[in-house]
């Protein structure tokens, strides 16, 4: 799987968007960023994931850039609670299943929300 | 419906002594991922099982062992403790198909070895 590079910590206003980049540049056709996130003593929880085109859902929204080298997931209007380590992913769909229920983390970015 | 469950939430061990870690997947899941957090090395993943059967192992040394029932209930054993095997220890489960990288992460269980 690709390696990812992330900002080690990044702060935001509460009610703000936060902008988190994400750099993947040796990303290959097959594979997705996919969008953790694990708050203090829990369990990673999965945000959003991509191929190639934008997506949002009802917590976020993945920008892709057109090269696919490099994603942004926004947190619309962040709250006190989206403060965690959030973690971007590149992983291969494997259809033959070698990799299923294997994700690479690295060290992610470290959102802190501000009141 | 109910989550990914974990026990023991919390348990001290001595180096040298063994110990077992349960998991009950969501239900419907059939695959059941292990994962190994220490402040140092970060997230790591350990193997997974689908069907009673590894399907996937991480770098880690035979110590670090598990197992599927037919329930798809997933236990992982470490034998001969460390003390660099205190860590969070998280299970996730999926539904191994479709969305492959959506798992789903239980709170975890946290030993500590003394």
């Known amino acids: 799987d690709a390696k990812t590079t992330q900002p080690t910590s990044m702060d935001c206003a509460e009610g703000r968007a936060a902008n988190l980049p994400c750099n993947h540049s040796t990303i290959s056709g097959n594979e997705y960023v996919y969008w953790y996130r694990q708050i203090h003593s829990q369990g990673p929880q999965y945000i959003i994931h991509?191929?190639?085109n934008n997506e949002t859902n009802e917590m976020a929204s993945l920008i892709i850039t057109e090269d696919r080298k490099s994603s942004t997931l926004i947190l619309p209007h962040a709250t006190l609670r989206d403060t965690a380590v959030y973690y971007c992913i590149v992983r291969v769909e494997d259809a033959g299943g070698t990799s299923y229920g294997k994700l690479t983390f690295g060290q992610g970015t470290i959102l802190t929300v501000h009141p | 419906k109910a989550g990914v469950t974990q026990t023991p939430r919390y348990l001290i061990k001595t180096r040298g002594q063994q110990v077992t870690l349960s998991c009950s997947p969501i239900s419907g899941h059939r695959s059941v991922s292990w994962y190994q957090q220490t402040p140092g090395q970060g997230l790591q993943f350990l193997f997974e099982y689908f069907s009673e059967t590894q399907r996937n192992k991480g770098n880690f040394p035979g110590r670090f062992s598990g197992r599927q029932f037919s329930n798809s209930r997933s236990e992982m054993n470490v034998s001969t403790l460390e003390l660099g095997d205190s860590a969070l220890y998280l299970c996730?489960?999926?539904?191994?198909?479709?969305?492959?990288?959506?798992?789903?992460f239980g709170e975890g269980s946290r030993l500590t070895v003394l």
């Open positions: 991509g191929l190639k």
């Open positions: 996730a489960s999926s539904r191994r198909g479709g969305n492959a990288g959506e798992l789903f």
